[in-house]
C-alpha cells in the first residue's frame, strides 16, 4: 500500500489551512505572535551581531591597511595646525574653531579615502576581493565609516585638547562634531566617487581637493547644500546675549541646521547610488 | 556537481570580441584550459568568476543561474586570478583571516580553516611573516590557501605556475591535482606542460572559440603520424625557425635535432615521431591560422 501512487498523492499535498490557526493569520492569538515577535527579535540580534562582528574585521582591517602613515600624518598635522592657529590667536571662538576644523579634517578625510579603490586596483587585489561573496557596496561602505570614525575620533580628540587653551565659554561640542562627522563622510564618498575615475591616490586626492576647494570658496553661497555650513553664532551675537534678556550659550539655529544636514544627507544619497553604479562598471578595470 | 557554459560570448565596449558561442560543461576533475596568450581565456575566467558579464550566453553552476543569484555562487567559488595582488601589510595568516571573514567564516571555524589550509600549503613556517617578504613560489601557495578558503566545490586558477621555479611549479601542480579529485578546477594556462601533468580533460581556446574539448590523450592524436624529427647543422636553425610547425630545435652529441609538425616530412631523413601534448598544440595552431 505504501508503494502505490495513490498513497504518495495523499502524502504530497499540503494539507489545508485551518481557519484562524493563529500562526497562519499572522498573529491572530496573543499567545501565538509573542514567539514569533520573539523569534523576529532574535534573528534582529543575531543580524546584529554578525553585522557587528564583520564590520569590526572590517574595521581593523581597513584601518591596518590604509591608515598607517596617514594617521600618524593626521594626528602631526593636528597637532601643527591647531597648535599654530589656537598659538597666534587665529581662534577665539567655536564658530572659527569649526571653520578651521572644517578645512583640516575634510583633507584628512581626503587623505584616508583616496586611496580605497586606487590602492586595490594598484596592487591587483581586487579581483580576489570582489570574486568573495560579498556586497561591494557594503564593503566600501563600511570601509567609509570605518575612516569617517577614524576622523570623528582625531576630531574629538584635537577639538578637546585645544578648546583648553582657548578663550571662549560657551559650548556646542555636540553640534560641531555631527557636522563635522556627517561632513567628513560626504566628504569620503566624494573622493571614493572621485577615486573610480583615477586610477591614483594622489590624482584621486588632488582633484577631490580642487571640486572641495570650489565648493568652499565659490560655490557654498549658491543653493542648499552646504558641506561646509557654519550654524554657530558670531562672537558679538553671543556676547550681545549674555547681556541680553537670557545667560548662558545662545542655541544655534535648530531648523536650518537640521535642514541642511538633510539636503546634505540628500545629496550623499545620491552620490552613493551613482557610486555603487559605478562599482557595478568595474569589470572594465580587470581586462 | 556541475558547471554548464553555454552560447558564452563576450564583446568589449571597442567592439573587440574576446570569446564567441563558448559551451562546455563540466563536471569534479580537473579541466585544463589551454590557448596561447590573447585567446580569451582570462575573460572567460572572469566571467565564470562573475567579475565579467557575457555580453550573451548562459553560466548555470550547480543549477544556479549567474544571473539569477550570483552571491550563491560566489560562495562556492574560489579564485586565483594570473595577476595575484596581495596585502603586503599583512602576514600570510591575517591575510587568510580576512578573506575568511569576507567569505563568512567567523571564530573558532575560520581559525580552524586558516591554520588548515596554511598546514596544506606548507606556510606553516612563515605564516606570521608579512606577505611582502614572500617568495613569488610562496605567494602563489598563499594564493591557492585563499582559493581554498570555505572549502568551495569551484576553484578557478588562472595561470597559476608563471613565473615559478621548476619545484615551485611541481608543487602548485601536485596541489592543484589533489584539490581536482574532490571539487572541480579549472586551470587556464599557455604552459602544455601543466595540463599534460594534471588534467583529465582539456579544452583549446583559440580566438575566443573553444577549439577543441577532450581528454588529452584524444589531444595528442590529432598529431599522430604528423610530428617529425630530424638532424641538421646549426646554421639550419635559422631557416626552420621561420617555419610553421617548429616545435623544438636541442642540441645533442649528433648535432642538431629539429622537431616540426607537418601533414608530410620537412626532410626526407625525418623520421616520424610520437606526439606529445605540446605537437598537438602546435598543430592546432597551424590548422587554426591556416583557416584564419
Redesign the interface.
Known sequence: MNGSPEWKATEAEPLPALPNTPRRQGGAGRGASIPRFLRMVGQGVVWCV?ET??WH??FW?TS??FL?AELLLALVGAAVFFGTIVAQDLVRDQRTMLDQSYLFFSVVMVLFAMNLIPK?RE?????????????RNK?VVLQLLTLTLWTFLLSLLTITAFSQFMAYDEQYGFPMLLLLVTTAFAVGVITVLVSTFCRQGIATGLVTLLILGIHYFWLRQLGPIELFYNPLPLPEEVFRQSIGQSFGPKTPPTISYWANRIFVAVLVGFLLDYLFRRLRRT??W?? | MDVVCSHIRKVYPDGKEALSDVTFTLQTGLFGLLGPNGAGKTTLMEILTLLLEPTSGQLVVDGVDSRRDPMAIRRRLGYLPQFFGFFPELTAREFLEYLGVLRGLRGREKRGMVQDLIEKVRLTHVQNKRLKTFSGGMLRRVGIAQAMLGNPSLIIVDEPTAGLDPEERVNVRNLLFELGQERIVILSTHIVKDIEETCSRMALLLHGRICFDGTPTAFVSAAKGETWEFYGEPEEVELFRNQAGLVSVREDPQGVCFRIVAPTPPRPDAVRVRPNLEDAYVRFLQKEGAAA
Not at chain 1, 596592487?123 to 556586497?135: A, G
Open positions: 554578525q562582528a564583520y574585521r572590517l582591517y591596518r591597511r598607517r586595490e596592487e591587483e587585489t581586487l579581483e580576489i576581493l570582489w570574486s568573495q561573496p560579498i556586497n564593503m569589470a572594465e580587470f581586462t
